[in-house]
């Protein structure tokens, strides 16, 4: 008898996350037998776990927060992309139990863009990003690959930003925070990484004066869904794409390689997502 697929997403909280509701969602949409789960799990755990998953039945699982950077360094085949990010938010079980690591998260950032701006276009000038963390590497990875020309990156901690810098080359600028601004001035595409703006952390507060009304701007944080930062840069003049399309799309590789379906974004799973 085929075993049912099991899939979950591990982290250290969990409880937070709505990637069971959003699987779920597909699961039942597409009327398929398996089971999505969120799984707990402690740093020094991680290993076992993960070893012992395939065995389980399951043909895969979401890392997320603290987990990504070690979830990569345990894989055993390791996509080019997951390694020049530097961390894995999927992994997918083969037959043997050996575990391939993918990074979907700029996959996700890129589609979520392209469908809340759709005339969108990465060469058509510099990106500014705030916040130097995971998603931003993701982010300055998959505008690179677009063909974005300059991306200038502010961080609070300075040291921070210029690692991406010096891991992804000239076209890859850093600007002091105190100057965060200028950073603005040009930009074509303007990309919040940080936490400033989400329920229950620090206000955006950074002054958007140099910000063009032609610039595409998108903010990382989906709770809330309309930040201060995009509801400023729209009073601007500004196309505004919300922070939540790229959960939604970063798990549409993972779910079609564990389920054998690719499914699909809708506004019914943007809703439920909403609600979880």
Request: hydrophobic share 45%; glycine share 10%.
């Amino acid at each position: 008898m085929t075993r049912i697929p099991l899939a979950g997403v591990i982290g250290h909280p969990i409880n937070h996350s709505r990637s069971p509701a959003l699987h779920g969602h597909w699961l039942k949409t597409y009327g398929i037998r398996g089971h999505y789960i969120p799984m707990d799990v402690a740093e020094g755990d991680l290993e076992p776990v993960l070893r012992t998953l395939p065995k389980a039945g399951f043909v895969g699982c979401n890392i997320t927060i603290p987990h990504k950077e070690t979830a990569l360094a345990l894989a055993d085949v390791v996509s080019d992309r997951a390694a020049r990010i530097g961390a894995a938010n999927t992994l997918v079980f083969d037959e043997t139990g050996r575990s391939h690591a993918d990074n979907t998260d700029g996959i996700g950032f890129l589609a979520n863009l392209i469908e809340g701006a759709p005339g969108w276009q990465a060469e058509a000038g510099p990106a500014a990003v705030i916040g130097a963390g995971g998603a931003a590497r993701a982010i300055v990875v998959a505008l690179l690959d677009a063909g974005c020309p300059e991306i200038r990156i502010a961080n609070r901690t300075r040291a921070r930003a210029e690692a991406l810098c010096t891991a992804f080359g000239p076209r890859v600028v850093v600007e002091d925070w105190d100057k965060v601004s200028t950073i603005f001035d040009g930009a074509a595409t303007v990309v919040n990484t940080s936490s400033l703006g989400m329920a229950g952390k620090a206000t955006f507060d950074l002054p958007l004066d140099a910000l063009s009304a032609a610039a595409v701007v998108t903010d990382c944080v989906y709770t809330p869904l309309r930040t201060d930062f995009l509801n400023a840069a729209a009073a601007r003049g500004c196309v505004t794409v919300d922070g939540l399309g790229m959960l939604l799309h970063q798990a549409v590789p993972g779910f079609e390689r564990w389920f054998g379906r690719r499914p699909e974004v809708t506004a019914e799973l943007r809703a439920l997502v909403l609600a979880a």
